[in-house]
Nanobody, 118 residues
Framework: QVQLVESGGGLVQPGGSLRLSCAAS????????VGWYRQAPGKQRELVAA???????DYADSVKGRFTISRDNAQNTVYLQMNSLKPEDTAVYYC????????????WGQGTQVTVSS
């Protein structure tokens, strides 16, 4: 079982930037398609960005052009660079496998809180 640890969240003003990291245990992680998800209070968890093992990326319309997902397979780490942040980006952010490429997600990590507010 892969353990996922998210970090990098915080409080930022609208228009600001944050870079999230997802560190995974186990080298097999590099062969997975991975996604960043977010869950805002009272809402379902949603997939906002994803990257295949080969580096192909995909984004939800709500973040396209503002967020960039990347990965360092040697470090078993996936990143989410978030620019031009908006209050509606406020949520707990998680990483996990991309459900479009697997029938089984890993156990969820604790997530990292992102709050966009002036």
């Amino acid at each position: 079982q892969v353990q996922l640890v998210e970090s990098g969240g915080g409080l930022v003003q609208p228009g600001g930037s944050l870079r999230l990291s997802c560190a995974a245990s186990g080298s097999i992680f590099s062969s997975y398609a991975v996604g960043w998800y977010r869950q805002a209070p009272g809402k379902q968890r949603e997939l906002v960005a994803a990257i295949t093992s080969g580096g192909r990326t995909d984004y939800a319309d709500s973040v396209k052009g503002r967020f960039t997902i990347s990965r360092d397979n040697a470090q078993n780490t996936v990143y989410l660079q978030m620019n031009s942040l908006k209050p509606e980006d406020t949520a707990v952010y998680y990483c996990n496998r991309d459900p479009r490429y697997t029938n089984a997600l890993e156990d969820w990590g604790q997530g990292t809180q992102v709050t966009v507010s002036s």
